[in-house]
C-alpha cells in the first residue's frame, strides 16, 4: 500500500482527512517487491487514546438492543487508526524514513468509554531496484 501524507482537520466531532501529492510507503509485509531496504531505523509507532461521544453513545446503547453494526463505534476507530498511522508515519520521517513495513494495531482499554490505538512498524529507507 502507498500511503499519501496525512493532514488531519477537525471541527467539533467531525474529522477531515486531507491527502496531499507527498508519497510514503507503508506495507504489512517485511518486503516491497520492486525496492530492496537500504536501511533499518528502528520500531516507530504512533498512538491515539479516543473517547466516546455521549450522544453517539446513546444511539450506540440503541443499537445494541436491536442489533446489527454499531456505526457509531465504527467510524470512532476508523478515525483513531488514521490518526495514529498518521502520527507513526510523522515521526517514521522525522527518524529519515520513507517507508514503515511490517505495519500493525493494537487497542488498550484505558478507562470505561476511552480506548487507546497503536499503529507500529519498522522504518526503513528503501530504494528501487535497478
Given amino acids: 500500500m502507498v500511503l499519501r501524507r496525512l493532514e488531519i482537520y477537525t471541527s467539533g466531532p467531525e474529522v477531515f ?3 496531499p501529492v507527498e508519497e510514503f510507503i507503508v506495507a504489512t509485509t517485511e518486503h516491497v517487491p520492486g525496492y530492496r531496504i537500504r536501511k533499518v531505523l528502528g520500531v516507530v509507532c504512533g498512538s491515539v487514546v479516543m473517547a466516546k461521544h455521549v450522544g453517539k453513545d446513546i444511539l450506540a446503547a440503541l443499537r445494541n438492543i436491536v442489533g446489527g453494526e454499531i456505526k ?3 467510524e470512532l476507530l476508523a478515525q483513531a487508526r488514521n490518526i495514529a498511522l498518521q502520527r507513526m508515519v510523522e515521526r517514521a520521517k522525522s527518524m529519515g524514513a520513507n517507508a ?3 505495519l500493525r494495531f493494537s487497542t488498550a482499554a484505558v478507562t ?9 512498524g ?6 528501487k531496484e535497478s
Wanted: hydrophobic share 60%.
Fill in 17 to 19: 482527512v486531507v491527502i
Fill in 122 to 127: 519498522t522504518a526503513v529507507v528503501l530504494e
Fill in 100 to 102: 514503515v513495513l511490517g
Fill in 72 to 74: 457509531e463505534y465504527t
Fill in 112 to 120: 470505561s468509554g476511552a480506548a487507546e490505538i497503536l499503529a507500529y
